[in-house]
Each structure stands twice: as structure tokens, then as C-alpha cells.
């Protein structure tokens, strides 16, 4: 079993930055596919990143959201990131980050069910 944990979360002026984070505990060690999803009332999670580990990271990211956001991993910490620069109103939600233990072939990523573990999210607010 694994868990995962958001935190860096908050409110932050339009053009600001953030930088979330998902830390795991329990079974880390392995493949890992490590997915960042976000969700406004009344509306399903939006994928917005994810980083596949087997050895070595590859990243992908929402069309939409590539060039302001980034996504890192240091396995040391069992801690997968979420950069967000250049924040926007719109970008205004709870960030959920989700695991699977083993490496997700790219055209699943976006897809909520393919993942096993989820965290409880962290609000982040763009607002002045």
C-alpha cells in the first residue's frame, strides 16, 4: 500500500507562483506513474501533469497548461513537484495528486480510474 499527501497549496496574486507538492509513504519503491489532476465545483478532475518513473522520468503534461507548469520528482524524498508559474484566475482549484505503482502507457494518463491512490488536494486561489 501507498499513500500520498498534497501540501503547498494557497492563495497567490495573478502572475505569481506556487510550487505544490506530493509526497508518498508506505510501498515506493519501484515503478511509479505519479499524476497531478485538478477540479472545480461542479466539474470532473482536468488532468494537468505526470512523470512516469522506471529508472528513468518521462514527463507529460496538459496541452493547455505546458510552458507554466513543471513537474518534478526527487525519489530520495518519495516527493513528486508541481511548479506553477505565471498563475492565473482560472487556474483557481483544488490540486489532487494521484499514484500508481507501476509505469501507466502515455494515453492513460489522463484518465482518473487509472490510478490507484489518491490524495485529499490542496486549494491554491489566484485572486487579487
Known amino acids: 500500500q501507498v499513500q500520498v499527501a498534497e501540501s503547498g497549496g494557497g492563495l497567490v496574486q495573478p502572475g505569481g507562483s506556487l510550487r505544490l507538492s506530493c509526497a508518498a509513504s508506505g510501498r515506493t519503491a519501484g515503478d511509479y506513474t505519479v499524476g497531478w489532476f485538478r477540479q472545480t465545483p461542479g466539474k470532473e478532475r482536468e488532468f494537468v501533469a505526470a512523470i512516469r518513473w522506471s529508472g528513468y522520468a518521462s514527463t507529460h503534461y496538459s496541452n493547455s497548461l505546458k510552458g507554466r507548469f513543471a513537474i518534478s520528482r526527487d525519489n530520495a524524498k518519495n516527493t513528486v513537484y508541481l511548479q506553477m508559474n505565471s498563475l492565473k484566475p482560472e487556474d483557481t482549484a483544488v490540486y489532487l495528486c494521484?499514484?500508481?505503482?507501476?509505469?501507466?502507457?502515455?494515453?492513460?494518463?489522463?484518465?482518473?480510474?487509472?490510478?490507484?491512490?489518491w490524495g485529499q488536494g490542496t486549494q491554491v486561489t489566484v485572486s487579487s
Open positions: 494521484a499514484r500508481k505503482n507501476s509505469r501507466l502507457i502515455v494515453s492513460s494518463l489522463w484518465s482518473v480510474e487509472n490510478y490507484d491512490t
